[in-house]
Every structure is written in C-alpha cells, then in structure tokens.
C-alpha cells in the first residue's frame, strides 16, 4: 500500500491539540489521506520535518508556537523542505506575516481557528472531478434523440470535442453527434456503443470535431482530468499526491480565478491539467540532466509555472485544443517556460525591463533561447512545447523577442503560455497596487496576441466583463 504524506501540525495551544486528536479518533482511519503528527515545542516541530522531509504534505505552524518559535521553524522547513507548502496559523487579534516575509519563508497561507481536519483536508488534497461512468451513461440515456436522426436544437446546446481523442474499440460514455450546419446535428453514436475503426475513420475524413450535448460536459471534463491523470501517474499515489501538492501553489493564479469569479468545476479542470503537466515533467526529468531537475525543485520557479499552465489550461480548452498531444505541450510549455531564466544571474530573473540596464536587458532576453535548448536533448518533450519555450515572448506586432518575428510565424501554443505569462506577471506586479480592479490589471494583457487567443482570453477570464479598453500602447513584457 503506498505511503499516506505526513500533515505536521506544530501548536502550543493545548485545546487545539487536544480538538486534533479527538477528530481524528472520531473518523475512520481511511477518511483522511494523510497521517497527522501533532507537535506541543517548535523543537519537536524541526525534529520532525528534518526526519523525511520527502513525505511531508504539508506543515502548519501556529504563530504562537513556543520552544522555538514559529519563524525558526519555518526558516527550517524552508531549509530542509523547500517544496512543502508552509500554513500559518493567525491566533485571534494577531496580524498575519507580511507579504515579503511570507514568501521569503515559504507561507502559501494563513489559517484560523478553529481547524478541522476534514477542510484541511479539502485545502491540502483537493479531490480532481471524479468521472463516474454509470453516472454519465445513466445521464445519456434520459436524453431522447434517435440514433441516425436530425436534430434541430441551437449551437449553444452543442459542444464541440475533438475527434481525434475517440479511440476505436472503446466505449463512448457521451452521445455523439455530427454538425451538418447552424443549429443542425445529427446522432452518430449511443452513449454505451463503442465506433468500429472503419467507421471513425471514415467519420474524421470529413470531419474533425464531434459534439456532445453541453449538459455532458461536466462528464466530459471529469472524463478527460482522470484519463489525464492515470495516464500520466498511474498507479502511483505519491507521484499524484506530489503534483497536487505543488498545483497548489499556484497560487497566484487561483487567487485570481476566485476573484474573477471562474467556477469551481472549472478551477478543478485547471488544477487536474496543470497536476498532469507537473506529472510529465517530473517522469521527464528522471531521464534527462541537471537543468530540469533543478527547475522542478525550485519553489518560485515551479509557482510561477504552474500558474501560468492552470490558466492556459483553460484558456487552451475555450481554444479548443483538446487533442491530447498539443494539450500536453501547451501544459508542458506553460510550466516550463522560464526554464531558461535559471541559466542567468539573479538580478535579471525578475524580468522587469523597466529595472534593466542595457546590458542586463541582452542578458535577460537569452532565456526563450536558452530555454529551449536545454529541453532540446530532453526525451519527451514535444517540439510544440519547445517551439512555446522560444516564442513565449514573440508577438504578432514583431515587438517581442528573441527573434522579433510576426504574425503566423508565432505557434498558437505559444501565444496561449504568453499571454498567460503576461497575466500571472501582471497580477505579481499588482500586489504592489493595492485595491487595483481586475480590469486594470488586465489593461496591458492583450498587446500583440492574434485575434482569437485574445476574444478566448476575454471570456474566459473577462466573463460578462469588458476591458476598460483595448487595445492598448504596449507597456511592457512578463518574463
Ligand atoms: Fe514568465
Ligand atoms: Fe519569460
């Protein structure tokens, strides 16, 4: 049986210790998917993230921990475990830590008492949208079209899913339909049945999406995040327990997705195909050098990543890419794309343009390149998503670089991990701008992006929301 990850808990509050333990006898012993270690001293505390900091899930330290206290445990964990996220937990009437030393401590939260294991759960191991066949099937067959027969229902009724990602052989869990014009579909397959090879391949000879009744794609999504996630991790529950872990640090991006009011389905969906992508470049980095390894390990670099790759994940679906080899570049590319910055000196990292000197400007505009060429040798890692690693900062208007080319030159994969790119850099520059609206923010994303990437990007993360104004003089250019 795989090993559950250890939640520590480090408090001096005796009825808080005393609360932990009593709700933890009170549930069965699989309810939660971790062991829980409670810790009275901050010296226990250290003892135990420096046993196997490899198994830790999380460590949540109360502000008012004694013995030492809590800043030197967090400044150990952050010694001997960077890549756990770090809690802190706010006794009432105290201030949380400060934006700056919050990051330089590796605090991805703050929490308040009283503390339940079940949320904390919910927080730490976020359950991905579970497909249910039965479900899905016993859905499909309430629905009443006829196999073969016409059917006159609006566009918006319809979803189109990409052809290529039905397998012969295998049963479909969704009715099938073909679009023979507007508001005009046509059944070609029963939830239930499966296509013979002949009659998919005939079928994408002419076409190249087939449809699914919007009510489905809630199945659809779950469908595609499990076939995603036991694909990539298999059967083994700490490699999946990792990639959760570190998709919660994207937290820049998921911060941003509450406030613009994105729903909770689809932020699962997000975080599942950036889990996935963390997944991929972890069984990459197994075969291939130094370079990615360290990437993977390192804690702002891997946050930044993965932000980006949950919100190209959906902006990637609204784009409907939805084949499973450019959905897994586009995720690969998204996570991966400053790799290149690692490779030169920590003053030009931040990307600031604005901050640089001439010289550092060169320095820092090397990194699509020499990103791309540390992944070239890489076993693994589709051109697309190295050709997204290049061009990350190209835009159509021949104002990015390195190479400054224009309009189609520029992969679409790369114009969904740029555009991402500048948003995720955009929200990091607001924490600087307190009370700034989320238009604002927004305001100098668009520049230089084609016209489909940039409506996509609207209504996804824009909803019913217009941009204060667009297009805009160009300001400036993410990392
Ligand atoms: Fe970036
Ligand atoms: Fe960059």
Redesign the pocket.
């Known amino acids: 049986m795989a090993v559950r990850p250890t939640l520590i808990i480090a408090t001096s509050d005796a009825q808080l210790l005393i609360s932990l333990r009593q709700q933890k006898d009170a549930q069965a012993a699989d309810t939660f998917s971790f062991e829980l270690l409670t810790c009275a001293t901050g010296a226990k505390a250290q003892d135990a993230v420096s046993q196997q900091p490899e198994q830790l899930l999380a460590v949540i330290v109360d502000k008012d921990l004694r013995d030492p206290t809590a800043l030197s445990v967090l400044r150990k964990c952050r010694q001997v475990a960077p890549k756990v996220p770090a809690y802190v937990i706010v006794p009432d009437g105290q201030q949380p830590f400060d934006e700056s030393d919050s990051k330089h401590l590796g605090i991805v939260g703050h929490l308040k008492k009283p503390l339940t294991l079940l949320d904390l759960q919910d927080l730490l191991l976020p359950e991905s949208p579970e497909f249910d066949p039965t479900e899905a099937l016993k859905a499909a067959a309430m629905r009443k079209h006829a196999l073969d027969q016409e059917v006159r229902e609006g566009d918006d009724t319809f979803v189109p899913i990409s052809g290529k990602d039905f397998v012969s052989g295998k049963t479909s869990y969704f009715d099938l339909y073909v679009r023979l014009g507007s508001d005009h579909y046509v059944k070609i397959l029963n939830a239930g049945d499966e296509f013979s090879p002949e009659r998919l391949k005939s079928y994408l000879a002419k076409v190249k999406d087939f449809f699914i009744k919007s009510e489905s794609q809630e199945h659809y999504l779950a469908y595609c995040s499990s076939i995603a996630l036991k694909t990539l991790s298999g059967p083994s529950v700490p490699t999946r327990v990792k990639a959760e872990r570190v998709v919660i640090q994207g937290t820049e991006a998921l911060k941003f997705l509450e406030r613009a009011g994105v729903g909770g389905r689809n932020i699962l969906f997000a975080k599942s195909a950036a889990a996935a992508s963390f997944t991929l470049a972890e069984s990459i980095s197994k075969d291939s050098g130094f370079a990615l390894r360290g990437f993977l390990n390192d804690l702002a670099a891997v946050e930044?990543g993965v932000s980006?790759s949950i919100l190209a994940a959906l902006l990637g679906r609204e784009l409907q890419i939805e084949h499973a080899s450019t959905r897994e570049a586009l995720g690969l590319g998204a996570l991966l794309?400053?790799i290149g910055l690692r490779q030169l000196p920590e003053n030009v990292r931040h990307?600031r343009e604005e901050l640089m000197s001439d010289e550092e400007r060169a320095l820092y505009r090397m990194h699509p390149e020499l990103g791309a060429k540390i992944l070239a040798t890489a076993k693994g890692v589709p051109t697309a998503a190295l050709q997204a690693i290049m061009q990350?900062h190209e835009r159509r208007d021949r104002r990015g670089f390195p190479n400054k080319i224009s309009g189609a030159k520029v992969n679409g994969v790369a114009e969904v991990v740029g555009i991402c790119?500048e948003l995720?850099?955009a929200l990091e520059q607001s924490k600087e701008r307190p009370g700034i609206q989320i238009e604002d923010i927004m305001e100098g994303v668009y520049n230089g992006f084609s016209f489909p990437v940039g409506e996509a990007f609207r209504k996804v993360f824009m909803g019913e929301r217009e941009p204060k104004k667009r297009p805009r003089p160009k300001r400036r250019q993410?990392?």
């Open positions: 930044h980006v794309h400053d990307g990350h790119d995720v850099h993410a990392a």
